[in-house]
């Protein structure tokens, strides 16, 4: 070698035997002090921990009193929003506190207390989670005797170490099996709270009426009802044990490696995939929004079938069945075309979690469990062959298990965007349903919203007083759309005064009616009327309900309530035969308790005599009869109106047949133009002007000709 060479050679061995010397020096004293920086390290990521949720409950804090000034800017009552409005109304879905807040209020639900059968199921859930993780330990560390075992060579063992296996395997199982007994349990546990809890809300103070009729923020309550609900239960009881267990196995593993690889390894680890984790959580498409918006397409596909089901004697009578497949396929493609994306969002999402945790994870996995192979940590004992066998598959079999945990909980944060879709959905209903009860809806309004005497109007709210008779005090008549037909009607009705309604079509008959009947709100002035139980109604087109003959009858009354008020079936008979409909117990073999599809069954005459004999059975104080005869004789009509006013009940009835004036002491009639007459009822003074009027109408017609035909003559 050259005397200049060696020279360069020199140094740079120099060099490499001083950094190894400094390297040697380092952990010499990391070594010696190992104990006081691991210390330091917990300590540190205890109070990073600490700090996090102080900074989380201030923001919180924070929120709450931005959301509290926010409500008391906000107006109680909402009549009338546009279509951007609307937009600017819908929720976020967001991890967020509005979406813990509604969270929570659905586990006060479904989770009422802590002596509830739910609960009870928890606890035992989360008994088998934490046998389920002890035995997991148990089975890593017999991996490594067996590995040890089979290493040494020693077959004696590894058939022991093989017969313990197949021993732990029975209690594996069995807790498997626990455990997915109760998730499906609670699953069903938390659909059936939730659903109880809705119907009784949805189906009380007619708030599913309210819904439907008076509310737009909600087009297919059926969808959430039946689908929505099942899917956020399934969701919510998966959720616990993908979370659950996932963190109990991190806890214990980590510890459990801790003592094995050391607790600043596990640190430099942990903190390498938050950081990694931290990554893929901001680069998480928002898959919650997506799942609401494809439970909302889906509801209104099913709507949409459901509307054509409904009408499906009008679209065969127009032969709209083109147009209709045109709607639905537009509706089915939006869609598919919404699901194509989610699936193409989760393929790229897929791509990269599995990645990450499974390769790139994996990979700090086995560099963490070389570090016993490599480096001797201090209190550790000297091993041979089979004791690195031993502890490296023991311990990558832990680390596995540790990667595999906080895989689930990466995954789990896509189940609880969509379990947030969920929440988001079924928390609108139950706050729509909590806002009609108490009388705020938000519907869009078309026509009279659009000036401001009538949405003053609109966002008012009158009272209601219960009271024996009717009276209107300067209540303003509203359409469904929005239009004020009547500023302001005054009438008062006594029992025994029939009254008979009559006006042009869309003039306020059937508005003043929803509001005596409590379906509809009342905008302004004063309105006494008796309780709901006293007001009866029948429609020209009455309900029929699935159920037995004897039902159509006592509709909504039960069997049970029937025989409380002491009604036999002699006595509905006795009220057939009043009507002359006592050959429907003849028409099936069953009599009262034939069931069918009654709607199909009686023609058009048959349903209004059924729908009058329920009016018998009732014997309300007040009758709504809305063109409630147009399907009968005057024979049965008359029958009808005398046997209803003998029973005491005071009618109220909208028609247009001149043959029902003489039954009534009472007219209220509209003009549609926002005019109205309240006065007494001469019905033979009116059928005698009537007459008049149609013989000078006559007469009025004939003067065009008359004048033609002088005409003619004169110029002859």
């Known amino acids: 070698m050259a005397p200049s060479q060696s020279k360069l050679v020199m140094p740079a061995a120099l060099r490499e035997r001083n950094i190894r010397a400094i390297i040697s020096q380092l952990t010499s004293l990391y070594l010696a002090n190992r104990t006081r920086i691991s210390r330091a390290v917990y300590i540190t990521l205890f109070v990073a921990l600490i700090n996090r949720v102080r900074h989380a409950i201030a923001e919180q804090k924070a929120a709450s009193i931005r959301e509290a000034a926010k409500r008391a800017e906000k107006v109680a009552t909402v009549t009338a929003v546009d279509d951007g409005d609307l937009a600017k109304k819908r929720k976020r879905v967001e991890l967020n506190r509005d979406f813990f807040r509604s969270l929570l209020r659905l586990l006060r639900i479904v989770v009422p207390g802590w002596r509830s059968k739910e609960t009870r199921l928890l606890i035992s859930h989360s008994f088998f989670l934490v046998v389920r993780t002890l035995i997991s330990l148990k089975v890593a560390a017999m991996d490594g005797a067996i590995v040890k075992a089979l290493v040494k060579g020693n077959g004696r063992e ?31 546990r938390y659909r059936t709270r939730l659903t109880q809890h809705i119907h009784d809300k949805y189906l009380s103070q007619l708030t599913f009426y309210g819904i439907s009729a008076l509310d737009d923020r909600i087009k297919n309550p059926d969808q959430l009802i039946a689908v929505d609900v099942a899917k956020f239960s399934n969701s919510l009881a998966e959720l616990y044990s993908n979370l659950a267990k996932p963190l109990l196995d991190m806890t214990i593993y980590t510890f459990s490696l801790s003592k094995s690889v050391g607790g600043e390894g596990v640190v430099f680890m942990s903190l390498l995939v938050q950081l990694s984790a931290n990554v893929m959580r901001a680069l998480t498409p928002p898959f919650g929004k997506y799942v609401a918006d494809e439970a909302r397409l889906e509801g209104e596909f099913r709507f ?34 919404h699901v194509n994306y989610i699936l193409r969002r989760r393929f790229y999402h897929g791509f990269m979690e599995d990645f990450v945790i499974k390769y790139f994870w994996g990979a700090l996995g086995l560099l963490l469990c070389s570090v016993p192979v490599f480096v001797k940590l201090p209190g550790g004992a000297v091993m041979n062959m089979g ?63 659009g000036t401001e005497d009538n949405a003053a109007v609109l966002k008012g709210r009158g009272v209601v007083v219960e009271s024996k008779d009717i009276q209107f005090i300067d209540v303003p008549i509203i359409s469904p759309n929005g239009d004020v037909l009547v500023k302001a009607l005054s009438f008062s009705l006594k029992q025994g005064d029939h009254l008979l309604v009559v006006g042009p079509n869309g003039c306020g008959k059937s508005s003043l009616f929803r509001i005596l009947g409590g379906l509809w709100p009342v905008y302004g002035g004063t309105v006494h009327k008796p309780p709901f139980s006293d007001i009866f109604y029948i429609p020209q087109r009455p309900y029929l309900s699935r159920g037995s003959l004897r039902q159509q009858i006592i509709y909504p009354d039960g069997l049970r309530t029937m025989r409380a008020k002491g009604v036999t079936d002699a006595d509905l008979m006795a009220i057939l035969r009043t009507l002359n409909l006592e050959h429907l117990i003849d028409l099936y073999p069953e009599g009262w308790d034939a069931e069918a599809e009654w709607r199909d069954v009686l023609s058009g005459g048959l349903q209004q005599r059924v729908a009058m004999a329920r009016l018998f059975y009732h014997r309300p104080r007040y009758a709504i009869l809305d063109e409630c005869t147009s399907s009968v004789t005057l024979d049965t009509e008359k029958v009808m109106y005398d046997n209803a006013k003998a029973l005491g009940i005071t009618l109220m009835t909208v028609s247009h047949r001149r043959s029902l004036w003489k039954y009534h002491s009472k007219i209220l009639q509209f003009d549609g133009q926002g005019n109205y007459v309240f006065t007494k009822l001469d019905a033979e003074k009116r059928l005698q002007l009537e007459d008049e009027k149609e013989e000078l109408e006559v007469m009025l017609r004939q003067v065009p000709e008359i004048e033609r035909r002088i005409e003619e003559l004169t110029a002859a």
């Open 387 to 449: 004791d690195r066998t031993e502890s490296f598959v023991t311990n990558r079999r832990m680390l596995l298990s540790a990667s595999d945990a906080f895989g689930r909980i990466m995954f789990s944060y896509r189940e609880i965007m969509e379990l947030a879709g969920y929440t988001s959905r079924v928390a609108t209903l139950l706050e729509v349903m909590d806002d009609i009860q108490a009388g705020r809806f938000e519907k869009k309004l078309v026509s009279s919203s």
């Open 304 to 337: 949409q079938h459901s509307r054509l089901i409904d009408h499906s004697e009008e679209v065969a009578l127009y032969g709209g069945h083109e147009a209709e497949k045109d709607t639905l396929d537009k509706g089915y493609f939006t869609l598919i075309k």
């Open 158 to 188: 590894f058939l022991m170490r093989i017969v313990y296996w197949m021993l732990i395997a029975v209690p594996a199982t069995f807790t498997n099996s626990m455990l997915s007994y109760h998730q499906a349990e609670l699953s069903l």
